[in-house]
């Protein structure tokens, strides 16, 4: 479904990403956790060339793209394989709940105005604003806007959504909505890439969790590899300074 081969990203001569090798199964959910710093979104924001890799390959379904030599045209290819959730939302401002989620529909997808409208209400009913719909972002609460971003990713359809740290900008008292919404998605078998700092969240939803640090991937497992028993010191120095839980949630099957 994804593989990342040899990626690497530099900022001001920085190396952020250090040669990533990653493949992600069809259907599958893979957590990436790390401490600030640490290269999660760069990654992220590669996959689907929101960020340009120095070098690597990139592939999505069946869309491989060298990041050398990336054209527009195949950039928008993978772009229209896979849909962002960012962590402050970026609604516009003068549009409606459903006139934010259409637009992508009749923009990018050339989709009629009654059938996008159509599509994004069963969206919006799926991550229940089905009331809001006449509202604007600004008379909506953080948890509602971050709503309508995941509506607006599900409504194109996409093979694969990409969370940057969903609740990070909401208040505590929102979370769980909007962890409630990611993780009923999850449950619907869509591919989903998720850097989050929800430790729980990882540990119930993910069928694989990444840990990264200084620009590698230090760890990969099951939840109950990656939360019970690291192999790294540096994956334990990680979870033993950002949370005191101790209590594990049995991690849904794996994907074969």
């Given at each position: 479904m994804i593989?990342l081969?040899?990626?690497?990203?530099?900022?001001?001569?920085?190396?952020?990403?250090?040669?990533?090798?990653?493949?992600?199964?069809r259907?599958?959910?893979?957590?990436?956790l790390g401490?600030?710093?640490?290269?999660?979104?760069?990654?992220?924001?590669?996959?689907?060339?929101?960020?340009?890799p120095?070098?690597?390959?990139?592939?999505?379904?069946?869309?491989?793209?060298h990041?050398?030599?990336?054209t527009?045209?195949?950039?928008?290819?993978?772009?229209?394989q896979?849909a962002m959730?960012?962590?402050h939302?970026?609604?516009?401002?003068?549009?409606?709940?459903?006139?934010?989620?259409?637009?992508?529909?009749?923009?990018?997808?050339?989709?009629?105005?009654?059938?996008?409208?159509n599509?994004?209400?069963?969206?919006?009913?799926k991550?229940g604003?089905?009331?809001?719909?006449h509202?604007y972002?600004?008379?909506?609460?953080g948890?509602?806007?971050q709503?309508?971003?995941?509506a607006?990713?599900?409504?194109l359809?996409?093979?694969?959504?990409?969370f940057?740290?969903?609740t990070?900008?909401?208040?505590?008292?929102?979370?769980?909505d909007?962890?409630?919404?990611?993780?009923a998605?999850?449950q619907?078998?869509?591919?989903?890439?998720?850097?989050?700092?929800?430790?729980?969240?990882?540990r119930?939803?993910s069928?694989?969790?990444?840990f990264?640090?200084?620009?590698?991937i230090v760890?990969?497992?099951?939840?109950?590899?990656i939360f019970n028993?690291p192999?790294?010191?540096?994956?334990?120095?990680f979870?033993?300074?950002i949370?005191?839980?101790?209590?594990?949630?049995?991690?849904?099957?794996?994907?074969?």
């Open positions: 593989s081969k040899g990626i690497k990203k530099t900022f001001n001569k920085q190396p952020v990403l250090k040669g990533i090798n990653l493949k992600i199964n259907g599958e959910v893979v957590t990436i401490p600030s710093g640490s290269g999660k979104t760069t990654l992220l924001r590669c996959l689907n060339f929101l960020e340009t120095d070098t690597g390959i990139v592939q999505v379904g069946n869309i491989q793209v990041s050398e030599k990336a527009k045209k195949e950039i928008l290819s993978i772009r229209k896979s959730v960012f962590q939302y970026n609604l516009f401002a003068h549009k409606t709940v459903v006139e934010n989620v259409m637009e992508g529909l009749i923009t990018a997808k050339k989709m009629k105005k009654k059938e996008a409208r599509q994004s209400e069963q969206v919006l009913a991550v604003l089905s009331e809001k719909l509202h972002p600004s008379q909506l609460s948890g509602q806007q709503r309508v971003g995941i607006r990713a599900l409504a359809n996409p093979e694969v959504i990409l940057d740290e969903p990070s900008a909401l208040d505590p008292e929102l979370v769980g909007v962890l409630s919404v990611i993780k998605i999850a619907e078998g869509i591919t989903m890439v998720v850097v989050t700092h929800e430790m729980t969240f990882a119930e939803v069928d694989r969790v990444l990264m640090d200084e620009g590698v760890e990969e497992g099951t939840p109950l590899e028993a192999r790294e010191e540096r994956t334990r120095r979870l033993q300074r949370s005191s839980e101790t209590f594990f949630t049995q991690p849904k099957k794996q994907v074969n």
